[in-house]
């Protein structure tokens, strides 16, 4: 077995063969049967990976699970396993709310790439020029490169401050502008260039807070409402926000975050300013419909986000297999687009082929370091033949 690991999280996974399951033979009714041959295989395969998944949530305490699975081009599996939270003991459905953690970033940055698209922005152009609430500080690491939105989104951009724990529900919330620059109440360091762009490629969620402020100064609109209407609405993400804090309208559709054990983190769940970064909330089968529009769109299918080229530079390596937004693992046929994401009380895993119409997307609501996410996606890939899977 290989081994990958992004940042904030562990992706384990097994090298499958190139072998696709095949039905021959079909002669006057054969086709009904070939039709019923593969409705059986199907709920076979459903059948094994429910059984699997039920022993990993009770061997590993995890308190609830949505899983949606990408097959040919389309969800053919999405379930709910599980409690939303182990009080009230209310049912994981299809529409239970699981913070996305760093996912975001992924989603987000189809946003920025719309934009790109429709010439408001520049992949490759110096993001202060932009940027008119706040500006990236010059030092002397930005005195011959400049940090841009192509950089911003490989993770090249030698900004700081890799991660965000979020704020308390109860507690004061900082504004944008007092996170990048790390001042009360905020509870991180300021976001600066500390490194040179473009040398080095370091995992920085404070600069897709920085990308975030850029998009609220280009578009005029509050960030939730730029994805809405932009990203979410058009690619059918329909339980899904950017909402922070969650209106309390949806609190009742949201999964309880835990720590593990019992602990429940306090008020619920954490409230990520840092929306860009870790702010979505959604569901499994939401963003498997955000990972099938990155596949329609690489086969110049609609998609009504970004363009087939904009998409080809998004799963472009950039460096050290990271493209626009997400991690890359295998080439050619086999691929593969991936982020992971970690917020307090939630983890979660979205992958899918560039060019097959495979993929899956994991959430749970628990901080799990027993690589549950990884075996349960190592069962699907096995289930469904996905090849180079390593």
């Known amino acids: 077995m290989k081994k990958h690991s992004l940042p904030g999280g562990r992706t384990h996974q097994i090298q499958m063969g190139p072998c696709r399951w095949r039905v021959r033979g079909w002669v006057r009714l054969g086709v009904w049967t070939g039709v019923l041959i593969i409705a059986g295989a199907a709920n076979a395969r459903a059948d094994k990976l429910d059984d699997f998944i039920e022993i990993q949530i009770q061997k590993r305490h995890i ?23 182990k009080e009230s003991s209310r049912p994981v459905t299809t529409s239970t ?16 790439l719309h934009l790109v698209d429709k010439g408001k922005l520049s992949l490759d152009t110096d993001v202060n020029t932009q940027l008119k609430t706040w500006k990236v500080p010059e030092n002397e690491f930005t005195k011959t490169k400049k940090v841009t939105l192509r950089s911003i989104l490989s993770h090249s951009a030698g900004l700081t401050v890799h991660g965000f724990p979020g704020y308390a529900v109860d507690e004061p919330h900082p504004t944008l502008v007092e996170i990048l620059d790390g001042v009360k109440p905020a509870n991180t360091p300021p976001i600066r260039v500390d ?54 309208s949806r609190s009742t559709a949201a999964a309880t975050g835990y720590y593990g054990g019992d602990k429940a983190v306090p008020g619920r769940w954490h409230v990520y300013p840092e929306m860009a970064a870790a702010g979505l909330w959604t569901t499994a089968s939401d963003l498997a419909s955000f ?13 009504p ?13 950039q460096g050290e297999m990271d493209g626009l937004g997400v991690f890359l693992l295998g080439k050619g046929e086999t ?7 970690r917020d307090e009380g939630f983890d979660a895993i979205m992958t ?5 119409g495979q993929g899956a997307v994991i959430l749970i609501n628990v901080n799990d370091d027993s690589g549950a996410i990884a075996r349960i996606l190592e069962a699907i890939a096995h289930e469904y033949q996905w090849p180079d899977f390593h």
């Open 352 to 356: 899918g082929y560039a060019l097959r």
């Open 195 to 248: 490194l040179v762009p473009g040398s080095k490629l370091r995992y920085s969620g404070g600069g897709y807070t920085v990308m975030q402020q850029l998009i609220i100064d280009v578009t005029g609109e509050p960030f939730p409402n730029f994805m809405q209407e932009c990203v979410l609405g058009p690619l059918a993400m329909t339980n899904s926000t950017y909402d922070q804090p969650l209106p309390e």
């Open 335 to 341: 691929l593969r687009f991936v982020h992971n994401g």
């Open 97 to 112: 709310l699981f913070l996305a953690g760093s996912v975001s970033k992924s989603v987000a940055a189809l946003g920025a």
């Open 305 to 317: 986000v970004i363009s087939q080229s904009t998409t080809r530079q998004m799963v472009t390596d």
């Open 291 to 303: 990972a099938i529009g990155i596949q329609r769109s690489l086969k110049a299918k609609s998609n």
């Open 63 to 85: 308190p609830g699970l949505s899983l949606a699975v990408i097959e040919d081009g389309r969800i053919i599996m999405a379930k709910g396993y599980g409690v939303c939270d």
